[in-house]
């Protein structure tokens, strides 16, 4: 393999931030518009996967055409579930009436899909879950969570659909919550147009091996896209990628090339008080030099050392290929 | 319901204990007939699952002989396949003879559990996994740890194997790490007497809500045990039950009786440093309270609150059947 | 003791919340003497914290007001120096100009304290800190968080100034993160008006014991005061009290009255999705429920189970005052 | 500085291990000879930290001939006062003859350290805490923690005395457990033979950042020694040194750079499952890539990063001196 990946990143790699006690915001906000010129300053940024609805205001033409100034293509649409509307839920929803509206809106995300010839919608149910250990009947609500995305995907069998799994966060606990589980819920979907989006962080901070929930994903077809980012495995911090977890992001992306998974390598961060260009540039750095490392990689030798399970052996192989290796 | 149910440990429970530091143990060490002496002096205790082999010397007749005496039926037998040979793991070692070995000794177990009458073999292979990033193809590891347990099962239809689940330890990470991947594993084996057995700590500190994965087992019809206790939510501390998570085991045990499931309620506990009946008969006061407040606990109430997700009034009807509630 | 506690809350607890993705908040906002009036609803609620600056528009003479007509007293100020000035930090920020900026916030803060006989000013410098490792030089950036505090509280010697630590968030990793830290610090600092505000919650994710913590405080003369929540261990997700850890803040309780500790029982809860009077009568319910408990509670039983260390007495004691022990 | 780091280690890293499942051991047990024998074969390990006391039937002078033999000194003794004597406690057992009995030990150990000229008396109570919430009277055992090191430390005023914290495991709470809370309590023994040996593992996963741990100890003059490994920040898995945590264990060694202390490198490993020898050749090699890595990084870039508390420009830096990077 001698060409790079196509590199991507969420749009709101791009926007500013809120959270519950910098309620002004870390910095002015930007529009949709702003944030595509903004990702469009970052080199070797291909695509890129867009939050719906687009700032008040803002139509689809409008976009189209930032994106084509701007050099991107859509990869994604993640329609916003996860607003005051749906805090209590999308799918979960206790609500009906407010299942219905997230429902449209996932509807019109579809569309919005179709447009911009993006490779999926991505389904990122944030807000469904619960709180409280006794809140909900685990049964019922898992149901809430099937049902509903097999509504939405089999409405729209020539697109595809990714949910992005996450332990936790907002709601205290959410109900995709693993690779596995969210396996299973496909299965019970029984639809084939519903995939997964592994997040290296939250796979990380769940307690999974992101080598190892990538690997089972592949083995059911359900890697439909990957993004990347890093924390300190006890939160969902979405750091630029490389800068904690080196070892794991480079298995991470040593099992993708092993198993010929060929799809674009994105970005999902939040650099909530760094300059977002600034912070997309140093990451791609980061995986161009991952990728190097790949390139460079004894594969045979990983195999014997992976055959054998010898950690040590593995490990001097990475060394070799990543760091600046001095031996007296 | 008006009858108690009935109470269970694996007989762990009264052994002593060694660990990395006090290599030389915790206490004297004891024999499987001494432990059986000292399960049978917990008043409300009927039924132990037992660790093979037994202590060197110790026949199978001599242990039908002391369970008889002590008055305690066997529930389940767990092979010790995390011993010095299976160090590098039972299913998933890289040595096929090592496997080999496993899996002979897991034919013995399961002829225990025939001779014995207990209700399965449990499966727990603590050594199963890897302990560095990069230490092994995940693939090949996974299809081992399945095709051994398919292997195995597939001898013994006669017989019922429950996989006990865990995150880690003593592998830094185990393959068998949860419900859901459990489940998945299960329906690769293809077979119909391999089911799961929950423990309460490990889904706890795995970062599950133990209540959902009970529920999520149940509905797969897979749910053959489970075995309480307590930790920290960090570590399997193996805790005596009900003094750290209150509200998680009530929930867990409300789970399991809103869906008929009416098996042993068995304790999983390590009392390092305590007196074991001393512990097991606390614990047994804790559970007998647990289930008393089920008998009082206002169903509809709680139906009505699950239906609206509403945290608050749940938790007041946990009070009032768990707390000596006092309202001004 | 025969009177109750004096029960309080942070005036936040009947805000409406924001997050990084209900950027749209958990519901509509409200101004400060909403807030205050909705306090005033909950009948046991005698004393608020108040953040500053207020609501625009909303004067201190109405808040005066609002609290007198809602029958409340202010216990503590607590000045927003987490908004986007602080977004970098606050004593910590690498700008002179937004240090100077927070200080000056934090001294009318301090003028809002003597107006309305507020018993401390409130620091919790949650901007404070780093994000990725390597992003500061830790010498300086501790001498800055030291020396800031030292300027705040010698200019107001005649006002007490409580730090409020927490291990992290907003900032991915805080400079007051700990009990024993915080300690250390206000040595430094050298002077007497210094002290600590210990929340629970934040003791309990930082890995404290949350009663070890008050017992350390109160050893030094530094515990100005206390908030209580609760949390799943990994973060400080501010619910009810006593919804997930009862054990331990009961200890945490028992703690505090055997040293004499007689301040406010405050809340420190953010109830997202909850109704905020709702949730602050069903955490009033426990703390009295708690509160009854340690009336009951067995002093000299307790005492003798302490000096020989014998958790399995402590725990059938904690049962007998707390729970609706039954015993065959 | 041209010069090479001193490199140590821990004699167990050159043991074989128990734990409280393999119960046989992960492989035979070695005596204090042959322990020291491996270590001797490890071309680049100078220095040993011994356990105390020695296998039994080997004597001191065996020991010293031993160690001359293989080329290597002694830093520092290791009292085993967490054996079965002292599963309840060293310093804080309830039993006053367990305790006795832990000072009698720590006494011959420091004579030990005399006759083999050592650096220090390590003391690392690992028994010393509790296990359950509500065990202990919270200010008595930390009083016991603090007045038995200050009778040791007292009675050898020509000794270093290197409390190694660390926060649970094998108790589950651990009374000395950070960085911070072990100053306050050296400041209460009030020796100034009293320090801390930092361990790079037990920080990080208490919680803290290993660099500032290192900085604050410094800072007060009581970084006494330190050692290495790596851990996925729940647990102490003392695995080999940089194969997670590479960022940090960087940053770690720029802190100890930039403020000149100068001590010996030292491993504490547990290679249950892997070749001592490999483990630790492999993690030297590891540590003189950091070591050529910190010769080339650029200080003057890096402290104008700092001013700034400019993450990605620090981590371009780091790149830069540590991986093989590609930039298009």
Redesign the interface.
């Known amino acids: 393999m001698s060409t790079?990946p196509t590199f991507g990143a969420g749009l709101w790699h791009f926007a500013s931030?809120?959270?519950?006690?910098?309620?002004?915001?870390?910095?002015p906000a930007r529009t949709t518009l702003e944030n595509i010129a903004l990702a469009g300053s970052v080199e070797?940024l291909s695509v890129v996967d867009l939050n719906y609805p687009f700032t008040p205001g803002v139509g689809l033409d409008e976009v189209k055409d930032a994106l084509k100034a701007a050099g991107l293509g859509a990869i994604g649409i993640t329609p916003?579930i996860?607003?005051?509307r749906w805090?209590?839920?999308a799918f979960t929803n206790?609500d009906p009436a407010a299942r219905a509206a997230a429902l449209d809106l996932m509807h019109e995300a579809a569309g919005v899909v179709r447009e911009l010839g993006a490779s999926y919608v991505k389904i990122w149910p944030?807000?469904d879950g619960?709180?409280?250990?006794?809140?909900?009947?685990?049964?019922?609500l898992?149901k809430l969570a099937v049902d509903g995305m097999r509504e939405l995907a089999g409405a729209h069998p020539d697109l595809r659909f990714a949910i992005e799994y996450k332990?936790?966060?907002?709601r205290?606990?959410m109900t995709w919550?693993?690779a596995?589980?969210s396996?299973?819920g496909i299965q019970q979907i029984g639809l084939d147009n519903v995939g997964v989006l592994l997040d290296f962080g939250h796979s990380l901070y769940?307690?999974e091996?992101p080598?190892?929930a990538a690997?089972?994903l592949i083995?059911y077809g359900l890697l439909y896209g990957m993004d990347v980012n890093d924390n300190?495995?006890?939160?969902d911090?979405d750091?630029?990628v490389g800068?904690?977890?080196?070892?794991?992001i480079?298995?991470f992306f040593?099992?993708l090339r092993i198993n010929g998974w060929e799809g674009v390598w994105q970005l999902d961060q939040?650099p909530?008080?760094?300059?977002p260009v600034?912070?997309a540039r140093?990451s791609i750095?980061?995986l161009?030099?991952l990728?190097?490392?790949l390139e460079?990689l004894d594969y045979e030798g990983m195999?014997a050392a992976?055959?054998?399970?010898?950690?040590?052996a593995?490990?001097?192989l990475?060394?070799d290929?990543?760091?600046?290796?001095?031996?007296?």
């Open positions: 790079q931030y809120l959270d519950r006690y910098a309620v002004d915001g870390y910095g070797d916003e996860y607003l005051r805090s209590r839920g206790p944030g807000q619960w709180d409280y250990p006794f809140q909900v009947n685990h049964h019922d898992w332990p936790r966060e907002p205290v606990k919550d693993s596995a589980r396996i299973l769940g307690g091996s080598a190892d690997q089972l083995d300190l495995r006890g939160w911090d750091l630029v800068t904690v977890h080196l070892t794991e480079f298995e040593y099992t939040f909530f008080r760094e300059d600034d912070a140093t750095r980061m161009k030099t990728y190097a490392a460079r195999k992976h055959a054998a399970q010898d950690a040590m593995a490990h001097r990475i060394q290929a990543l760091l600046r290796v001095e031996v007296a």
